[in-house]
């Protein structure tokens, strides 16, 4: 008899557990995960989260699910959505979308995020999901930048400047890469929380920082490009937004191989 291998478990935040919200907004980070081998959790601030064990995970009344189910996930995408609500990062509200907060969801987001901060597990921040985690370690936003929102009927992409000699650069080379863009709020470097540091900027403004990592963990990426809408791409340029999710699912593999051996020790 083979040794039992547990399953690749992933969670995705999502606004809502509800099938028409999932089918509309969390299809593509799924589709990512699955074709990879991965177990997709959606973690939502209205549903409980039923594991392949049988434990569950129940959101409290203000949507936050136990920091404790990350130790059953081997990583967690933080997904697109809508704003974060600048009390959280200690601003009034100044080109922010009031229409698209929901507190539920970032109660949510930001409890996970600082305990996944201090686990140390792979996080691959997505749009929103760049910008709460960034708040979650203590970074702020530029609530509102014009010019990086188009239509998902027609997107429009645009090139990127990967740093030299980042993460981000090892996983995809060096050189600019073409990206979507669905955002209207940003960061920039008095905005990027300290942990971090920039991997790739605009390729026009300079400033806007397209995507983050940390030196400080094992896999952490925060990008504000949507990498899972493989629809937006074609060629050479769709490859390379497959390498993002290789390189994050590699490393959730990792954890996984990890937590078996400290297990098996632990016997």
Same mark, same amino acid.
């Given at each position: 008899m083979?040794?039992?291998?547990?399953?690749?478990l992933?969670?995705?935040?999502?606004?809502s557990?509800e099938? &028409?919200?999932?089918?509309r907004?969390?299809a593509?980070y799924? &589709?990512?995960?699955?074709a990879r081998g991965?177990?997709?959790?959606?973690l939502?601030p209205d549903?409980?989260v039923?594991m392949?064990s049988?434990? +569950?995970?129940a959101?409290d009344?203000q949507?936050?699910?136990p920091?404790?189910?990350? @130790?059953?996930?081997n990583?967690?995408?933080f !997904?697109g959505g809508? @704003?974060v609500?600048?009390r959280?990062f200690?601003q009034g509200?100044?080109? +922010?979308?009031?229409?698209?907060?929901?507190?539920r969801?970032?109660?949510?987001?930001l409890?996970?995020?600082r305990?996944?901060?201090?686990?140390?597990?792979?996080v691959?921040?997505?749009?929103?999901g760049?910008?709460?985690?960034?708040?979650? &370690?203590?970074? &702020?936003m530029?609530?509102?930048i014009d010019?990086?929102r188009s239509?998902?009927?027609?997107?429009?992409?645009h090139?990127?400047?990967?740093?030299?000699?980042?993460?981000?650069? !090892?996983?995809?080379g060096?050189?600019?890469?073409? +990206?979507?863009?669905?955002h209207h709020? !940003?960061?920039?470097?008095n905005t990027l929380a300290?942990?971090?540091?920039? !991997?790739?900027f605009?390729?026009?403004q300079?400033w806007?920082?397209e995507?983050y990592e940390?030196p400080?963990?094992?896999?952490?990426?925060?990008?504000?490009?949507?990498?899972?809408?493989a629809q937006?791409?074609?060629?050479?340029?769709?490859?390379?937004q497959e390498?993002?999710?290789?390189?994050?699912?590699?490393?959730?593999?990792?954890?996984q191989?990890?937590?078996?051996v400290?297990?098996?020790?632990n016997d």
């Amino acid at each position: 008899m083979g040794v039992y291998t547990p399953p690749i478990l992933v969670g995705i935040t999502s606004r809502s557990s509800e099938p &028409a919200w999932l089918a509309r907004w969390t299809a593509n980070y799924v &589709a990512r995960l699955e074709a990879r081998g991965v177990t997709p959790l959606i973690l939502a601030p209205d549903a409980p989260v039923v594991m392949p064990s049988g434990d +569950v995970f129940a959101p409290d009344a203000q949507g936050r699910l136990p920091v404790e189910i990350l @130790d059953h996930l081997n990583g967690i995408v933080f !997904a697109g959505g809508g @704003d974060v609500h600048p009390r959280y990062f200690g601003q009034g509200e100044d080109g +922010v979308e009031v229409a698209s907060i929901d507190l539920r969801r970032d109660e949510l987001e930001l409890t996970l995020g600082r305990a996944v901060l201090a686990r140390d597990m792979p996080v691959f921040g997505v749009c929103r999901g760049c910008q709460v985690l960034n708040v979650a &370690a203590g970074g &702020a936003m530029v609530q509102h930048i014009d010019g990086h929102r188009s239509s998902t009927e027609a997107p429009r992409l645009h090139d990127v400047a990967v740093c030299a000699g980042s993460q981000l650069g !090892a996983i995809l080379g060096a050189g600019t890469l073409a +990206v979507n863009t669905y955002h209207h709020q !940003a960061l920039d470097r008095n905005t990027l929380a300290a942990p971090f540091v920039p !991997a790739a900027f605009d390729g026009t403004q300079g400033w806007v920082i397209e995507a983050y990592e940390s030196p400080a963990h094992r896999w952490l990426l925060g990008v504000q490009w949507h990498p899972e809408r493989a629809q937006d791409y074609g060629g050479a340029t769709a490859q390379r937004q497959e390498q993002l999710w290789d390189s994050f699912v590699a490393a959730c593999r990792a954890d996984q191989q990890q937590r078996m051996v400290h297990a098996h020790a632990n016997d």
